[in-house]
């Protein structure tokens, strides 16, 4: 249950539900809601006991204290965003009782802080729709105590549900037309809470009671559900599983983990990325740690299916006995039995998440720390990340919006943080990602090359054996004539062996990948060097953000295309 974690908690995922509700509930009602947020709590404490429950409250009249009322009884971080300053918040309370409330949550609350505007202060409806935008966009779940009418009150709690469902709000710089309003993913999630409003002809839209709980979803056939819809199962346990990874490792985790802020401004390291620092730091960790299981899986199996083509060639050129057919089962066992004792622990699963996660961490970071917002042209880098891939990758997206809470409130607009990113994330040939990307090309570039000198050397021999057969077979021994053999099987066999390698790796697509980001990064210095002003710099570090999103998703779906099946260790032990 929630409020009865260990101290762990510090290296557990967060799982943020954000609220939005009507301030004007009927009194008789308000028990019954409450008790349906604490099951709401209580549920997704048990579903996913792994992760931290986070509540995003306002702390609005209404829904929003309620929840947040709920969440403090259970132990449950409550982190309150603010439209506008707190004074001016204030002035929308009806009653004395609500803003003293306001006051005691807050006082509570494990953060409080307002959502800030590059196009200076707004206010009113503008301020609640941007409010409702913001939670949207960094939560896992959108708790919604709503009658279920339709309304054309900007930032209402009417349009914040159709904006997480459709990314659309009528009036709204957000309410432009974006591909995420076509694509299915994990962003859609609502529990409705339905409730009538403490006004004339109040009660909840036809076909709702009051107090009825359900999952609503844009899922075309059942959009209310009565349970999790299984897709968002998926996509919570996988998130559970990081935080299980996480805690595994937690004591070697603690001096081990890289940081992309060492060389952090003081106004970097306070606008909040330290969050994202922190999430990246686990991601890369955790997917180093997979990467070497992978890789170390990789070699033994093809080792294993170089001793089977042995053991072949042995049985065929030297002798046939079935001892050689012996070991070429065993081997061929062994190699299956390994790949299938990794693939149930998801090793290569992991390893690839894990680096996608941690890359897309980089560039959040760095937009969040060169100031690159949302307003209005940005998106925020969990909005267009992973969009068209397998939904239950959508856990990666939920990450990152947590790791944005606060930084996508508060934009960073120093000179100092933007130089940092200039250096750190684009450097130069020998520094950041262009130096980065530089000698990457170069080493698999080096493996390739080695790789083909196999090749050409395993056919030379080949043919020089053939000639030797041609021109002194008649008078080779026996011994000779087996050896040659067995030496031009064996190079042909490593040959075939080393270039499979070098398809599960995907070393060519990489180098190809690799060189096309250095062009992408090398442009994108230059066109930093040749901008007018920190606009346009800025404008240059949103391109390049979403090119190396893009790049890093391709990556990640080319990878796991590229799993060795027990069908092809066979076909490279023949």
């Not at 028990?31 to 995003?56: K, P």
């Not at 985790?253 to 802020?261: H, I, N, V």
Request: aromatic share 8%.
């Amino acid at each position: 249950m929630p409020g009865t974690r260990a101290a762990s908690d510090a290296f557990a995922l967060p799982l943020i539900v954000a609220v939005t509700g009507h301030r004007n509930l009927v009194p008789a009602e308000t028990a019954g809601i409450r008790d349906r947020i604490r099951a709401l709590f209580i549920e997704l404490g048990e579903l996913c006991d792994a992760r931290r429950l986070v509540l995003a409250s306002p702390l609005a009249e209404g829904a929003d204290q309620l929840a947040a009322d709920v969440a403090l009884e259970l132990g449950i971080d409550l982190v309150v965003p603010l439209p506008g300053p707190t004074e001016r918040y204030l002035e929308d309370f009806v009653t004395v009782e609500g803003r003293k409330h306001f006051a005691e949550l807050a006082d509570a609350a494990s953060e409080v802080f307002v959502i800030e505007s590059d196009s200076g202060a707004v206010s009113g409806e503008t301020a609640y729709a941007r409010l409702g935008a913001y939670l949207s966009a960094h939560c896992d779940i959108l708790l919604a105590v709503w009658d279920g009418k339709p309304s054309e009150e900007l930032g209402g709690t009417a349009q914040v549900v159709t904006f997480h469902h459709d990314r659309y709000m009528r009036g709204h710089a957000k309410g432009q037309a974006v591909h995420e309003m076509l694509v299915d993913d994990e962003s859609d999630l609502i529990y409705h809470i339905a409730c009538s409003r403490n006004v004339e002809d109040g009660s909840p839209v036809p076909g709702l009671q009051p107090l009825d709980a359900v999952w609503f979803t844009k899922d075309a056939d059942n959009p209310r559900s009565a349970t999790l819809p299984e897709q968002h199962q998926h996509v919570l346990q996988r998130g559970c599983t990081f935080s299980e990874d996480v805690r595994a490792h937690a004591h070697r985790m603690q001096s081990g983990c890289d940081s992309l802020l060492d060389k952090a401004p003081a106004s970097v390291r306070e606008s909040g990325v330290g969050r994202i620092d922190y999430l990246y730091g686990l991601a890369d960790w955790l997917a180093i740690h997979y990467q070497r299981k992978t890789l170390l899986v990789l070699r033994i199996v093809h080792v294993l299916a170089f001793l089977m083509g042995l053991m072949f060639i042995l049985y065929t050129d030297l002798q046939s006995t079935s001892h050689f057919m012996l070991f070429f089962l065993l081997f061929f066992a062994a190699a299956v039995g390994l790949q299938k004792f990794a693939r149930q622990r998801r090793w290569q699963q992991k390893y690839l998440e894990y680096r996608t996660l941690a890359e897309g961490l980089r560039v959040q970071l760095y937009w969040a720390a060169a100031g690159v917002t949302n307003e209005p042209d940005w998106q925020n880098a969990q909005d267009c990340f992973l969009q068209s891939e397998d939904p239950e990758l959508g856990w990666i997206r939920n990450a990152m919006r947590g790791a944005g809470l606060r930084s996508d409130a508060v934009s960073n607009r120093g000179t100092d943080a933007f130089h940092f990113v200039l250096a750190e994330w684009v450097g130069s040939q020998s520094t950041g990602q262009l130096g980065y990307y530089a000698r990457t090309a170069a080493a698999r570039a080096g493996r390739h090359r080695l790789t083909e000198g196999l090749g050409r050397v395993s056919l030379a021999a080949s043919i020089v054996i053939v000639i030797v057969f041609l021109m002194l077979g008649d008078v080779l021994s026996g011994s000779v004539d087996a050896g040659l053999q067995l030496g031009m099987g064996g190079l042909l066999l490593l040959f075939a062996v080393r270039e499979g390698y070098a398809y599960a790796t995907a070393t060519k697509e990489l180098i190809k990948q690799y060189e096309l980001m250095l062009r992408i990064f090398g442009n994108a210095y230059r066109r930093l060097q040749e901008a007018r002003d920190l606009a346009e710099q800025r404008q240059v570090l949103y391109a390049l953000g979403r090119s190396a999103l893009m790049e890093h998703a391709d990556w990640l779906i080319m990878h796991r295309e590229r799993a060795l099946e027990e069908g092809e260790i066979w076909r490279l032990g023949n």
